[in-house]
């Protein structure tokens, strides 16, 4: 579901209290704030409460005000939270390699305003996209990756996305692992997607692997990036099903088309506050 333009996102999460829902919606009313969408959850194993809500603002609404009363209201609950005004863009920088279809259609997708994102650069460790970038008004920076100074490339990555001032960092398909401190530093604001074969084919030609053994299944996963390899906290998947017939180059046309779906769903949860991180896993309201 897209977010209406003209609403707040308040997004909140405490331990499992009796009575989180009403502290948050009774605010809401008291304060004359209509409510267009609302999906809570509790975790009954984490014993963890989550909440995301989107509302209009009343006349002479007061942000301030607004946030000091919400503090003050759920400090007996330990709840933290976070408020999202309306038409916020938050700014993006994405990171490619060679190939162009998730990054095309995250272009796209902005440019349509389907994703309402600002899209401030685009790194990547060959040349090849530049054109694709420019031709969307949008800085390219090529970074070559010395395999004997990766820091150093790093260093760069790091100092643009610093310079952007970039909330997100999108790995649209950047084929190559990142170090365990760059991964720190963008813990929970750095989205992946890769394929996702059953069984897992590793290595190489993954798609011809999977077409050797008779694959019925392809797929792609996104999830925010850590230092296991592919083992982040999963934000979206998508699978498409396939048989004999699917040649090859068939099934790597499948995962191109189910890799940008998959991202840019991911991405639109993202910047719509939509996931939280429950430990190792998300929540995604």
């Known amino acids: 579901m897209s977010r209406a333009p003209d609403t707040w996102i308040l997004t909140a999460d405490c ?3 009796l009575g989180t829902v009403d502290a948050v919606t009774r605010y809401l ?3 004359g704030c209509y409510v267009t969408e609302h999906h809570s959850f509790d975790d009954r194993l984490s014993s963890r409460f989550f909440i995301r809500v989107e509302f209009r603002q009343p006349e002479g609404f007061d942000e301030a005000s607004f946030r000091a009363g919400l503090a003050e209201r759920g400090e007996a609950f330990g709840m933290v939270f976070e408020l999202t005004a309306p038409n916020y863009r938050p700014k993006v920088v994405i990171m490619v390699s060679k190939a162009d279809h998730c990054l095309n259609d995250l272009l796209y997708r902005q440019r349509i305003n389907q994703l309402s994102m600002d899209v401030v650069a685009v790194v990547s460790n060959h040349p090849d996209l530049e054109p694709l970038a420019r031709w969307h008004d949008i800085p390219y920076y ?3 990756l010395d395999p004997n100074d990766k820091p150093s490339q790093e260093a760069k990555v790091m100092q643009v996305i610093e310079d952007t001032g970039a909330e997100l960092v999108v790995l649209a398909r950047y084929m190559q692992v990142l170090s365990p401190e760059l991964c720190r530093k963008l813990d929970g604001r750095a989205i992946n997607i890769h394929h996702s074969l059953l069984p897992g ?6 798609y011809h692997q999977a ?3 008779g694959v019925k299944l392809v797929g792609a996963t996104a999830h925010y ?3 296991d390899l592919d083992e982040g906290p999963i934000i979206a998947q998508g699978v498409e099903v396939v048989d ?7 099934l790597i046309a499948k995962g191109r088309d189910i890799e940008g779906l998959t991202l840019a769903r991911a991405v639109g949860y ?3 506050r939509r996931v939280f991180l429950n430990a190792n896993r998300t929540v995604v309201l």
């Open 270 to 272: 993202h910047i719509e």
């Open 29 to 31: 009313f008291e304060q």
């Open 201 to 206: 084919f590793k290595g190489a030609k993954p």
């Open 225 to 227: 990036i850590n230092n």
């Open 142 to 144: 090529h970074f070559p």
């Open 211 to 213: 077409y050797n053994k």
């Open 244 to 250: 004999h017939s699917h040649y090859p180059e068939d």
């Open 15 to 17: 331990p499992s209290v």
